[in-house]
Nanobody, 127 residues
């Protein structure tokens, strides 16, 4: 079945907030780098944020810096994306992904580095 499962998407007014969650039913997220990606209609899937397995490194695409925060709770085997000050241009399907082979203190934003993916969760921001 699904390697990763996202939840928390929905409809929100511009300026509002959502928190997305990602869990891995079949493996432990503590040992992988994780990323959040999004894909809007007619556009390529783009990296939003990532966190190294150690938690030492986080990266964000420029358009979400200062608004989005990636975090993990190893006890819950869950990764989160807290999204604040949402804009209509944030509307997309959001995917979480796991990079099994990343070194402990690194993560990258390229979709091609990731091995496992969820089914996506829709985020819609109204104006």
């Amino acid at each position: 079945q699904l390697q990763l499962v996202e939840s928390g998407g929905g409809l929100v007014q511009a300026g509002g907030s959502l928190t997305l969650s990602c869990t891995a039913p079949r493996f432990t997220l503590e040992y992988v780098a994780v990323g959040w990606f999004r894909q809007a209609p007619g556009k390529e899937r783009e990296g939003v944020s990532c966190m190294s397995s150690s938690g030492e490194t986080t990266n964000y695409t420029d358009s979400v810096k200062g608004r989005f925060t990636i975090s993990r709770d190893n006890a819950k085997n869950t990764v989160y994306l807290q999204m604040n000050s949402l804009k209509p241009e944030d509307t997309a399907i959001y995917y979480c992904a796991a990079d099994w082979h990343a070194v402990r203190a690194m993560c990258v934003m390229s979709r091609y580095e990731y091995d496992y993916w969820g089914q996506g969760t829709q985020v819609t921001v109204s104006s």
